[in-house]
């Protein structure tokens, strides 16, 4: 694979390292149980940016029960719930995580705020590998279910949080908590 397929993983590198460096200050002031919080978050977002944005030579997990709309090179599937692979439930699980991140570090969020990230994210994510697809052939499916079960994902994530807020768990679960950061 050549050098420049891994440009968008690289940068999504250095613009992490960028924004620790702009946020140093904050993160001095943050309790050991914050900075797990915040350590795990960075980690975390290193391993999705790399599940979602570096090259691939194999795009899903077994064979496609979808027919594909080729759009520039690349393959676009635009109909929801249409194929339930593995991956489809991978990527509930793959974004779980950032659910917690979010109940964790926007505490002020509610559902509806939450769904709607979860939908901007995966969006987001969807866009880029689409972009990256035609531009420098990153061999990656656009797929509305990815969408869809990475917002579910977010959901669960918040969700499970937001109901151990309601345990005596609450006092443990508010050492995490991180505020302040833009």
Known sequence: MTM??????????????????????????????????LISTIIYIIV???LTLAPTSVAFVGPQQVVPLMVAGAPVNLIPFWSTTADFYQNVLMMLPLGVYVALIKPEFKLKKVFF????????????QFVLDITV??????????VLTNALGVLVGWG????????????IICRFCITGFR
């Open 160 to 171: 499970m949080i937001f109901i151990l807020k309601k345990t005596p768990l609450k006092k």
């Open 137 to 146: 052939g990153l061999s990656r499916w656009v797929d509305i279910n990815d």
């Open 48 to 50: 999705v940016s790399y």
């Open 117 to 128: 990230s979860g939908i901007v994210i995966s969006t987001a994510i969807e866009a880029m």
């Open 4 to 37: 420049i397929k891994w440009l968008p993983y690289l940068i999504d590198l250095t613009s992490i390292l960028i924004w620790l460096k702009l946020q140093f200050r904050t993160i001095m002031t943050l309790s050991r149980w914050q900075l797990v919080t």
